[in-house]
């Protein structure tokens, strides 16, 4: 296998997307399943709603406040199954969050998830202005909410990313001179759901420089030039993209999926030395 090559496509605070070379598919889906399940993040867990005259039941304010993605520290905080106070809370392992809001004007007023006073300034929500409930006029809600580092395996609301997902990278091939038949030629043109080939002025097929951005391989062009285009994925060769809600940094993801894999590669290895194999 080739050495491993890491080539960053596009990043921004949201997204990242890279061409990995050298990995195989195995490690590629390893690392994938790792990030959407087993980074551990920061989300509410608990709720006490002392007063709530809005026309939401609790459950409903309750569930939206658990899917409120907050900014986690994984350094300040503990899982509560590995913290001294096993579970219990405490200021090492659960952040607390309240809201107390009268509405004392004349028009109904919204409440956002920037309303939410942490006791943790670097544990907030993501977006101050994700919508949890109205209120009408003298009306008042009171809630104290306690969020706890989890796993999305238990909780999709402790998800560390919005998406994750890795595609084959494509390799369009064709030989130009063996496509004559204008009307074969249109056909691939128009039949192409990314629209990645063109006409050029001599009646000649182009396929656009950075097809492999948008190409999903449906060999859509194959069909229609009767094989003389050949559609295939690079062997070895993956696209690799990650969405954030924005509660990890991608630089702490990243390593920490790393220190998960390795994590687990060294359980598996005891759990093997640890099995009377019968020879
Ligand atoms: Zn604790």
Known sequence: MSPLKLDVLKKSEHKIVFIT?????????????????EIPVMAIDEIIILKNDSPLYDEIISHRLGLIPLKTDLDAYKLPH???CLGYGCPLC????????TNTT?????IYSGNLSSNDPKIVPVDPYIPIVTIDKNDKVIIEAYA??????????????????????????????KLKDLEEKKLVVKMCPEKLFELNNNDSLKLKEDYWK???????CEKMSKGKIKVVPKKGVYIFSIESDGVLPFDVLIQKVFEVFNEKIDEFVIKL???EIES
């Open 214 to 220: 948008s190409c999903t391989l449906c060999k859509f």
């Open 148 to 177: 706890i580092l989890g796993f999305a395996k238990n909780h999709a609301k402790w998800q560390a990313v919005s998406n994750v997902a890795y595609r084959h990278y494509p390799l369009v091939e064709y030989e130009a001179n």
């Open 82 to 84: 590995e913290c001294e």
């Open 21 to 37: 070379e050298g990995v195989s598919v195995e490690m590629i889906n390893s690392i994938r399943r790792i990030i959407l399940t």
């Open 273 to 275: 030395e640890e099995l």
């Open 94 to 101: 659960q952040v607390s969050l309240t809201c107390e809001i």
């Open 106 to 110: 004349n028009s109904p007023l919204e």
